[in-house]
């Protein structure tokens, strides 16, 4: 069975940091980006960061951008995100991804994670 387990998700003061992880279990995502989305309450899923997987072309959302860093262990089939100089409204739940539609992962094979909370107080 293939799973992606987020970890690393909490409560944390506004310019704080945290480093989320996502591991992939069930099979070795060969040749497949990865990547983190997030969706706020009553908000839509939005996207994050991606990676490619050899590590060669990096995405950013423009509202993360020089806050985030998006890294990738393919040995350890694991693909981290680091949060820094967070803000409130980056308060959501925050969901890894695997796909081969880079960067969009909008194909029906792509796989996701159950998400974890990131929570981030003024």
């Known amino acids: 069975q293939v799973q992606l387990v987020e970890s690393g998700g909490g409560l944390v003061q506004a310019g704080g940091s945290l480093k989320l992880s996502c591991a992939a279990s069930?099979?070795?995502?060969?040749?497949?980006?990865r990547g983190w989305f997030r969706q706020a309450p009553g908000k839509e899923r939005e996207f994050v960061a991606a990676?490619?997987?050899?590590?060669?072309?990096?995405t950013y959302a423009d509202s993360v951008k020089g806050r985030f860093t998006i890294s990738r262990d393919n040995a350890k089939n694991t693909v981290y995100l680091h949060m820094n100089s967070l803000k409130p409204e980056d308060t959501a739940v925050y969901y890894c991804?695997?796909?081969?539609?880079?960067?969009?992962?909008?194909?029906?094979?792509?796989?996701w994670g159950q998400g974890t909370q990131v929570t981030v107080s003024s």
């Open positions: 991804a695997a796909s081969t539609d880079y960067p969009r992962f909008q194909s029906p094979s792509t796989y």
């Open positions: 990676i490619t997987w050899s590590g060669g072309s990096i």
């Open positions: 069930g099979r070795t995502f060969t040749s497949y980006a």
